[in-house]
């Protein structure tokens, strides 16, 4: 029995999608468990990128079953889409599992998230307005649509007739937009259920299943630590948990399940949207980590925000989720830098602290202190063992295990599968 959960442990888009996809190639079953089209995970296989933002990154691989989890909040359309698109691309998805207790998106749920952070004028979240959150809300308040209830047509029909009154009237008298129309969406998520009802299963049962067999089961967080809802950066956060905790919530197990939790870090620091981020660079520097760290987002094609690698939160990550496991990726990208900052603590007026506060505002306005260490030149995508390493890129791996008490045991020097050097197996 092995099962892995791998998180990010900064602000999403760590490179969680390259590290799933070369895991995955051991794995039996990859489980997608929370979260929905708001993230997106870029892959590199066989010299092809590929864009996902649903269906789990081991869809790659033939063999592979996938599982979009209980704790995933499901858009059919943008899925639908994305089905498509990898069969275009020679992909096949016959082995994609969705379970029957995931939300979906409703129009409505669109609708409002636009409106909503709209209304919130310069204390707007960020939100790529895809309807996660009022998906999530609807959840929360137990009157959300089930992908059971989709594939139900009489139940599906009820459920919406029952929200849409609820929600038109949000809409009109709240925002003074139009009402939307019952027949329209009906029909139209009565042809998505149509295309989807084969994939739908009781995924809890089949994941226990495959763990209770011996197979080798990964689970994939999207976003981050810092974005989890209750220990991220909040308000500045996503509506789910993308902590390894979520996983036992978002795929139906166990803690006792799990062996491995592997977080994905950047050898630098990213964010997108909105809220604080005390290492970030806004200079030359900067830049240059953002053209070439390649740092747009997947989903939302937005620039990310750049800085210096943050010990602090990934040691902060590495508590909250219990990690085992470090892989660090990007290392590639600070080569030809001549001096390297790493981010050690925050300075408060004249008080230093090392670990992440509590106070959102106190983290909003700290000041990093930085530790610099040499750099390196040398051209390392070509790398495949630890030892071939420049020696200042060696120390600075070195250094990032003190500082976060957490083994780097994958380093990725390249985007593409084979460009990861492994230190220890996951698997």
Request: hydrophobic share 40%; net charge negative.
């Amino acid at each position: 029995m092995a099962a892995v959960v791998l998180i990010g442990a900064q602000w999403g888009d760590e490179g969680k999608g390259k590290i799933t996809d070369f895991l995955a190639e051991k794995a039996e079953l990859v489980v997608r468990y929370q979260g929905g089209n708001n993230a997106g995970h870029t892959v590199v296989a066989h010299g092809q990128e590929f864009k996902l933002h649903l269906i789990p990154s081991g869809i790659l691989y033939e063999n592979k079953t996938c599982v979009i989890g209980n704790g995933v909040v499901l858009d059919p359309k943008v899925l639908l889409e994305e089905l498509s698109y990898l069969k275009e691309c020679g992909v096949k998805t016959g082995q994609l599992l969705i379970s029957s207790n995931a939300q979906v998106i409703m129009p409505y749920h669109r609708l409002l998230d636009g409106l909503e952070e709209d209304a919130r004028g310069e204390h707007k979240i960020g939100t790529t307005k895809r309807g996660i959150g009022p998906a999530y809300m609807d959840k929360s308040a137990r009157i959300g649509i089930r992908v059971g209830d989709l594939i139900d047509e009489e139940e599906f029909a009820a459920k919406l007739k029952r929200n849409l009154a609820d929600k038109n009237n949000l809409l009109t008298k709240l925002y003074g937009a139009e009402p939307l129309e019952y027949e329209e969406i009906f029909n139209e998520y009565r042809e998505y259920a149509l295309k989807l009802k084969a994939f739908v299963a009781d995924s809890s049962l089949v994941i226990d299943q495959s763990i209770q067999s011996g197979e080798k089961v990964l689970f994939e967080g999207a976003q981050g630590t810092l974005l989890d809802l209750d220990h991220g950066t909040y308000p500045y956060v996503t509506s789910s948990h993308p902590i390894a905790g979520g996983a036992c919530i978002g795929a139906g197990i166990g803690p006792t399940r799990i062996q491995r939790v592997v977080g994905v870090a950047k050898a630098y620091t990213t964010r997108v949207g909105e809220g604080p981020f005390p290492t970030e660079l806004r200079d030359q520097t900067g830049m240059m980590l953002q053209e070439r760290g390649h740092e747009f987002g997947t989903t939302t094609g937005r620039a990310r925000r750049c800085g210096w690698f943050d010990a602090v939160i990934v040691r902060y990550a590495a508590r909250v989720n219990g990690l085992t496991d470090l892989a660090l990726t990007k290392l590639d990208v600070l080569t030809g830098i001549e001096k390297i900052r790493i981010g050690v603590g925050y300075r408060l007026g004249n008080e230093v602290i090392y670990e992440f506060p509590q106070s959102q505002k106190i983290f909003r306005d700290s000041v990093p202190v930085y530790e610099e260490v040499p750099g390196w030149s040398e051209d390392i995508t070509g790398v495949r063992r630890f030892e071939d390493l420049p020696e200042a890129a060696k120390l600075y791996i070195e250094r990032v295990e003190q500082l976060t008490g957490v083994p780097v045991t994958l380093v990725a020097v390249g985007p593409g599968r084979e460009q990861t050097i492994v230190r220890e197996s996951i698997f």
